[in-house]
């Protein structure tokens, strides 16, 4: 594991000095980059220099970050093109980085879930309501991860008062709101705290059991990203068979079946998210039921451990061959 420095054109000689020292005293055979910049850039570069091959890994936002203005895009055009394999979460992303660099042979890689820790829990978890807060006839709208604008915020914001005209509700973020979002949510919701808004947020927890458990609170869990990768926060809400209601962004489509595995919204109708909550909740019990069963379903046979060291083994195969 390598510190950085304050400044980028600090830290990136250092990486390649350091990067030749490990290439003296091992003989590397290929080279992988996690994330496009700066991780892809110096694989792809360590690779071109040392003429040994590369892998760049493009995850989701390092894409759509560096695609627009303050994005460096020669950078990450330059990457794409003299990576030796390019793998991506979603076919979204591949789509996104063979119009950037015209390349076809992008390996898709998904992002995977552990089912035995997200899964339905048979405890009763009342004293865990209590504990945080939540009043007994509260529905609970729930997002997990770090709430920022990309997935959504105003959304969630919107989509809670509207239910909140109709019923009592709260908003359960299990895990944090990003600090620099945090004065436009104020600014949002008025001068008013969080909870008196019934926003309940948890911080991040170093478990995942804890994260399960506080899915299972959840009557229904909110994915409205404007744009987005595959978020490990939809797998683990679907592995633990809760109601989803999403959108469209990225590579979600993949992931959930509109109508069998959950409820999926176009971006541009997301004003329309409290609505699409209201008609969840009115739902039969019986339909409920099904769906988060499907959700999981679909989680344990496509999405597994499995499924993932398949797909590295096929991967390395590939690039050790060529």
Not at 22 to 34: F, K, V
Not at 93 to 113: E, P, T, W
Not at 267 to 275: D, K, N, T, V
Request: with cysteine; net charge negative.
């Amino acid at each position: 594991r390598v510190g950085r420095f304050r400044e980028w054109d600090s830290t990136l000689p250092h990486t390649l000095n350091i990067l030749d020292w490990m290439r003296s005293r091992n003989r590397y055979e290929w080279i992988w980059g996690h994330y496009l910049n700066p991780a892809g850039f110096v694989a792809a570069f360590f690779g071109k220099q040392n003429r040994i091959a590369s892998i760049v890994s493009i995850r989701g936002n390092d894409l759509d970050r560096e695609m627009f203005p303050p994005g460096d895009f020669a950078r990450l055009e330059w990457t794409l093109r003299n990576a030796s394999m390019v793998t991506s979460v979603t076919r979204a992303l591949a789509a996104k980085a063979q119009a950037i660099s015209g390349r076809c042979d992008i390996a898709l890689l998904h992002n995977v879930v552990d089912a035995n820790v997200f899964r339905p829990l048979d405890e009763d978890l009342t004293s865990l309501r209590r504990e945080l807060g939540i009043e007994d006839a509260e529905v609970v709208l729930g997002f997990s991860g770090e709430l920022r604008e990309k997935k959504g915020l105003r959304a969630l914001l919107e989509a809670l008062q509207h239910v909140q005209a109709k019923r009592p509700a709260c908003l359960l973020v299990i895990g944090e709101v990003r600090p620099s979002e945090m004065p436009r949510l104020l600014t949002l919701l008025g001068a008013d705290t969080l909870l008196e808004h019934r926003i309940i947020v948890t911080g991040m927890f170093p478990q995942p059991e804890d994260v399960n458990r506080h899915l299972q609170l959840c009557d229904v869990y909110l994915q409205p990203s404007l744009w987005d990768g595959m978020p490990n926060a939809l797998l683990e809400a679907m592995a633990a068979a809760r109601g989803c209601i999403v959108s469209d962004a990225g590579g979600i489509p993949e992931v959930l079946t509109p109508g069998v595995e959950g409820i999926l919204l176009p971006r541009w109708q997301l004003h329309r998210l409290g609505e699409a909550v209201l008609a969840w909740l009115d739902s039969d019990a019986a339909t409920k039921q099904q769906m988060g069963k499907a959700a999981r379903e679909r989680m344990v046979s496509f999405f597994h451990e499995d499924a993932e060291r398949q797909a590295l083994q096929a991967l390395l195969e590939r690039i050790s061959s060529s």
